[in-house]
């Protein structure tokens, strides 16, 4: 073997050392038990899928993204979302799920964007839905933020924002003026006011021949200010008669008292009357979540509510409300900034070092440890003492226990703690029970 | 909408219902933790890599199973195991890893078998590896029975062997009958021994022009019996001068040691010396593991030592040793034979169901369980109570709660065991922390 091949990720693909990867896992874990909190069902879908059936719905840029390909005469197709897989699933699976169908997945999508820095191809999202069948009360949608909430405040953020709007106001606004036929243009434009300015909104909306009165009103709606229940009596005392526009309005109060119930604190979210999500299909609330001091990020956590799951599939109705994290792009970015840190290089919180030649003694420790429920493990290959306190430093396993003669014949064994130095003895004949770390 | 598109999911593909899915789950759980038990580290590598790198060395029956594609001008390839992405792996980052490295991977591969009933195109392994740097001491062989033996007991299992063989002894064994250059061709016959049966056998290797005498030789130690001292003292008095078959002997022994050591019951493993797993790139120990009341499930774990792992890719010397569960065949087969059951079809403990139009009381009640790691949830919908009863039902939650005008005027609440009936009384004003379900 002479000729080698270079051993190469693909670009767009994220690959982690060990250390990095504990800290990922780490992250996953805390999301997953968050939502398991909340009972929702776990969902594990293929990654390939008919094309005809994930690409139902899709058309424009999703389209290009998606990895598509032949087998034999079958066109496949990678996921590039876990809600179309969801919609196949409820659709096909409608008779034997119980509704409201509260379900979680956590797994790897794919598209083929163009690569640059912190941008992937292939990434995790970690998703939740509930889908009602025919109805979904309207509290669901203020558990999701609490959802959220939970989250973050597990990931150890304390300064983040999710902020709440419901389609509905916006779109009754656009009945009241009259822009209805160009409300999902309209609201595309608005969604980039964070980003753009005021300014450049109003000209984007008279390219677009919104009349100037029209656009006067929607930047006056746009600028309503205060906090989240000031918000909702300027909406309520606003001059507009559009029955979808107070739908919204009722909808957004109610979701609001209900966040409270959750326990949200004030600071954690608001009503925040400029978002619209670009996605056409969400059709009430709507969320985006922000860390404040690093709102570079962009939304850590969006979702929304929409009216019918899986039309493509079914004529059953299955309105629903979700919310996605990308988690893939949040660690990359958090990493990036340096709010992530491993706590520990290894799995093992013990390694125990064998010096002599026979090991059975120091197998014999790391068998009582991991019967009480401490990942061990033993250093077993034959090496100086020196090259195998190396390998305990590298990764840095908290406490270390070096088995020598002396050891074996006494049956006392010390357990070194690695940050401190401090060293407690420990009686090989115990059931280890006992044994304190600290 | 009226056009539906079928919901189909691709044949080959396991796609589970919740409660089989929370089944699967805590299968893959028990697998994951077990490993952590030893201080494996997690790694996570794409689905997706260049075909150059992945089939490096792949040919024959792997390559034309292979998920392969263009896109753009790139040459892509489903991975279809997790040994060549670690291969490729520890040579790409080989000077930041500490060795030996101990690294467990759990994810999905993708191979177009021909698809029949249990058979799948995209599958879980869970595999275990520890690759050394130039050398890796032959304890480390003994210590993968060990995580197989503890997997399997976590499992649930308590009748279950794990045979082990080693490579060098039969291949000593061909040096010893001159048939070197046929022992390849001879390991893949012998290794159907089980299946075919002796005579089967025979006529196979007289096929291969193997002469007379020296089948008669395979035949004779093939039925080497007794326990697995015993066998090995068998092997030791053969008078078979070949080097590698006494190193392998040697290597035997030492591992059959330290299983002992690491606390395996010695009906849970055995000596099988017609063991060769039919890979060819197996050096020494191989294991395999069986149920033993359902033998026709074939080995459930497999794996064994390798000389050099990235052959392909580097020129560093990376010995290693492996094993690999096949977990959706392995649940399939299980589910199917009805060994496994779901305990539970929720991931909720706690229901709490309104009755009243104002949830706010039941989601505090909600809050305060989650808060001290209780998984909850609360009924959101505005349904009758027969409809709320049924949810609970279904789903087979354990506790529930049923809060109306009562219940919020005196503060006090009945937690509900659904399978005794029993009821308890909780103070919603107290902090939960001595309320005891059992």
Not at 257 to 263: E, H, L, Q, T, V
């Amino acid at each position: 073997m002479s000729q080698k091949i270079e051993p190469r990720t693909l670009s767009g693909f994220m690959e982690l050392l060990p250390e990095e990867q504990i800290l990922f896992e780490q992250m996953k874990q805390t999301i997953e038990s968050t939502y398991q909190k909340f009972g929702f069902l776990p969902l594990d879908t293929p990654i390939i899928e008919l094309s005809q059936v994930l690409l139902a719905k899709a058309g424009g840029e999703t389209e290009k993204q998606i990895y598509r390909f032949e087998r034999g005469d079958t066109d496949l197709s990678l996921r590039f979302d876990l809600t179309v897989p969801l919609a196949k699933y409820v659709a096909k699976n409608y008779g034997n799920l119980s509704f409201p169908f509260r379900r979680y997945q956590i797994g790897k999508v794919y598209r083929g964007e163009r690569t640059q820095k912190g941008r992937f191809r292939e990434f995790y999202q970690c998703d939740i839905d509930i889908i009602g069948d025919e109805t979904l009360g309207i509290v669901n949608d203020a558990e999701l933020p609490s959802v959220i909430y939970n989250v973050f405040k597990n990931l150890g953020f304390e300064d983040f924002t999710i902020r709440i709007n419901n389609r509905k106001i916006l779109n009754g606004l656009f009945e009241s003026i009259d822009e209805k036929e160009k409300s999902v243009e309209i609201l595309r434009i608005i969604d980039k006011i964070e980003k753009i300015g005021k300014e450049a909104v109003i000209e984007e909306l008279e390219k677009l021949e919104v009349n100037r009165d029209s656009i006067q009103k929607i930047i006056e709606f746009m600028e309503i200010d205060g906090d989240s229940d000031e918000k909702i009596e300027k909406l309520e005392n606003l001059p507009i008669s559009s029955e979808t526009f107070k739908l919204g309005v009722q909808e957004l109060k109610e979701v609001v008292k209900y966040i409270r119930a959750f326990g949200i604190p004030e600071k954690n979210f608001n009503v925040d009357l400029t978002i619209a999500r670009g996605l056409d299909y969400y059709t009430g609330t709507v969320y985006e979540t922000f860390l404040n001091d690093y709102r570079e990020l962009g939304s850590v956590c969006s979702g929304g509510r929409y009216e019918n799951l899986a039309e493509y599939y079914t004529d059953k109705k299955l309105p629903g409300v979700g919310i996605s994290i990308g988690l893939t792009r949040l660690f990359y970015k958090l990493n990036e900034l340096n709010l992530i840190k491993a706590e520990q290089k290894s799995i093992s919180k013990v390694l125990v070092i064998p010096m002599t030649e026979n090991m059975e003694f120091a197998i014999d420790i790391a068998n009582k440890f991991r019967k009480i429920g401490i990942n061990t493990e033993v250093y077993l290959n034959n090496k100086k003492l020196k090259a195998k306190m190396k390998y305990a430093d590298k990764l840095q396993i908290p406490y270390v226990i070096v088995v020598g003669d002396d050891e074996i014949e006494t049956g006392i064994v010390k357990v070194k703690n690695m940050n401190t130095g401090e060293e407690r003895e420990l009686d090989v004949k115990s059931d280890f029970q006992t044994f304190k770390f600290e």
